[in-house]
Structure formats: structure tokens, C-alpha cells
T-cell receptor, first 114, second 114 residues
Framework: KNQVEQSPQSLIILEGKNCTLQ??????????LRWYKQDTGRGPVSLTI?????NTKSNGRYTATLDADTKQSSLHITASQLSDSASYICVVSDRGSTLGRLYFGRGTQLTVWP | EADIYQTPRYLVIGTGKKITLECSQT?????MYWYQQDPGMELHLIHY???????EKGDLSSESTVSRIRTEHFPLTLESARPSHTSQYLC?????????????FGDGTRLSIL
């Protein structure tokens, strides 16, 4: 069964600290993995996309990694800011985002305290 | 910021009413989607469209219907609202030129049926 599991479910960190969010998936075939950020009361916004051949990709203070062999991805946030408080959703596509299905994780709710 | 708009943002209405949730995008995207999202849960695809006069049901069974008469407009209708329809509804669109295009989400309609 194709699934996307995220951990932890929720996380609280102090401003300025780093954190890592995890995503494990069983989706096959695999095309790409995307991390979205969803602020409270807003729609999700794409942060990064990882394809099969990519191991790491950065977007400012966000760095995503992918291990296609173990079917794991992580999102590392450096020097957290209050504005990083949001839900981070891992989404896996089986045949390309425009052709295949998208499998959504339940998200990790990150809270950054001052 | 993606140019995709949903109205209303919030709606509280009684059982049995007919409801239409509006979604419009100004990016010229052919593909549009409706998702249902409950707190702490993953997004579930309820309808999608690959272009004008094209609509398909998604993975999650829904009593709602959609129409796609114009490229930019993808409204969702509930003929007779019930408390079980209480949820957040997210509309999205994507560019079908090339694989791995991100979905651009609206900010959602939070629907409460009394």
C-alpha cells in the first residue's frame, strides 16, 4: 500500500535552533518528493522538490535530503525563525506530479517559540 | 505568490442548504483540483479537472459536484449540506507543461454545517 508517514507529529523549538523533520514513504514507482509549508489558515506552498537522482537540495534555510534506497527524506531547518511555525507536508508522486497520483503525509506541526 | 483565489474563506450554514465554493486562478493552468483537509490529517483529493469540460472524481468519495466551463474557474457545489461535510476545502492548480510542476493552492474555505 502506498503511504507517506511523517515524524514527529508535532515539534516545539526555540527561535534560532535547528530542527529536522522526517518523511518515510512506500510509494512505488517513485517519481519525486516535494515538501510543502502550510501556514495556519493558508494553503500549502511548495518549498523543494527532490527527484530520484537528487540527494540534497537547499532553499535558503531549508535543506531537503532524499535517500531513494531507504525511501526516506528529511527537511532540515537552520536557525529557525518565528515565521517557520507551520505545518510541513511531505508529498510523494508516483509518475510525475502532472501525470501520476500524489500521496500526502499528515504533516509535522512545527512551533517556534521566542 | 500564486494567483489562485477561493471564496468564501469561511462559511457557517445550516443543514440542507445548497452551497457553492468558488475557486479561480489567473495563471492559465489547465489542471485544477479540489482537496478536503481535516485537522491533523492528510489532504484527500475529491475532484480534479484536466481542462475545460473535463472533470473526474478523486480518491475520496464526496457528495459534491464540480464543473469546468472556463479554464480559470472550478466551482464545487454541495446540493444539500450535512454536518458530515464540515471540513476545510482547498483548491489547487498546476501547469501541465512538463513533469513535476508544483500544485499552487488557494487559502481554502473552512466550511461548518450546523
Amino acid at each position: 500500500k502506498n503511504q507517506v508517514e511523517q515524524s514527529p507529529q508535532s515539534l516545539i523549538i526555540l527561535e534560532g535552533k535547528n530542527c529536522t523533520l522526517q518523511c518515510n514513504y512506500t510509494v512505488s514507482p517513485f517519481s519525486n518528493l516535494r515538501w510543502y509549508k502550510q501556514d495556519t489558515g493558508r494553503g500549502p506552498v511548495s518549498l523543494t522538490i527532490m527527484t530520484f537522482s537528487e540527494n540534497t537540495k537547499s532553499n535558503g534555510r531549508y535543506t531537503a535530503t532524499l535517500d531513494a534506497d531507504t525511501k526516506q527524506s528529511s527537511l532540515h531547518i537552520t536557525a529557525s525563525q518565528l515565521s517557520d511555525s507551520a505545518s510541513y507536508i511531505c508529498v510523494v508522486s508516483d509518475r510525475g506530479s502532472t501525470l501520476g497520483r500524489l500521496y500526502f503525509g499528515r504533516g509535522t506541526q512545527l512551533t517556534v517559540w521566542p | 505568490e500564486a494567483d489562485i483565489y477561493q471564496t468564501p474563506r469561511y462559511l457557517v450554514i445550516g443543514t440542507g442548504k445548497k452551497i457553492t465554493l468558488e475557486c479561480s486562478q489567473t495563471m492559465g493552468h489547465d489542471k485544477m483540483y479540489w482537496y478536503q483537509q481535516d485537522p491533523g490529517m492528510e489532504l484527500h483529493l475529491i475532484h480534479y479537472s484536466y481542462g475545460v469540460n473535463s472533470t473526474e472524481k478523486g480518491d475520496l468519495s464526496s457528495e459534491s459536484t464540480v464543473s469546468r466551463i472556463r479554464t480559470e474557474h472550478f466551482p464545487l457545489t454541495l446540493e444539500s449540506a450535512r454536518p458530515s461535510h464540515t471540513s476545510q476545502y482547498l483548491c489547487a492548480s498546476s501547469d501541465d507543461r512538463g513533469l513535476d510542476q508544483p500544485q499552487h493552492f488557494g487559502d481554502g474555505t473552512r466550511l461548518s454545517i450546523l
